[in-house]
Nanobody
Framework: QVQLVESGGGLVQAGGSLRLSCAASGRTFSGYAMGWFRQAPGKEREFVAAISWSGGSTKYADSVKGRFTISRDNAKNTVNLQMNSLKPEDTANYYC??????????????????WGQGTQVTVSS
């Protein structure tokens, strides 16, 4: 079992930045690939970014590529999402997730085994 707790959400103006963090506890953190997903009201949950267990591979949704950066610190059991040049369409609840498919960067929500409760990001225009 892995417990995930997100933090760092909030309200920011368009063009601003936020850094989301996800703290993991439980089983060995480095045994999991990690991902970030988001869900806006009335929309389905969508993939944002993923990172392999070692941090050597990352993947991003086209909508955030070049603006968001995912990173992890296995010594601290944390994964971060640095979000720059935020747009109103980035407004959503952001979720951290852990996948046992550790050597890759899963993009489908069904490939993830554990989820956090989410943190709200609101970008004003």
């Amino acid at each position: 079992q892995v417990q995930l707790v997100e933090s760092g959400g909030g309200l920011v103006q368009a063009g601003g930045s936020l850094r989301l963090s996800c703290a993991a506890s439980g089983r060995t953190f480095s045994g999991y690939a990690m991902g970030w997903f988001r869900q806006a009201p009335g929309k389905e949950r969508e993939f944002v970014a993923a990172i392999s267990w070692s941090g050597g591979s990352t993947k991003y949704a086209d909508s955030v590529k070049g603006r968001f950066t995912i990173s992890r610190d296995n010594a601290k059991n944390t994964v971060n999402l640095q979000m720059n040049s935020l747009k109103p369409e980035d407004t959503a609840n952001y979720y951290c997730a852990a996948s046992k498919i550790s050597f890759t960067t899963p993009v489908r929500s069904g490939e993830y085994d554990y989820w956090g409760q989410g943190t709200q990001v609101t970008v004003s225009s």
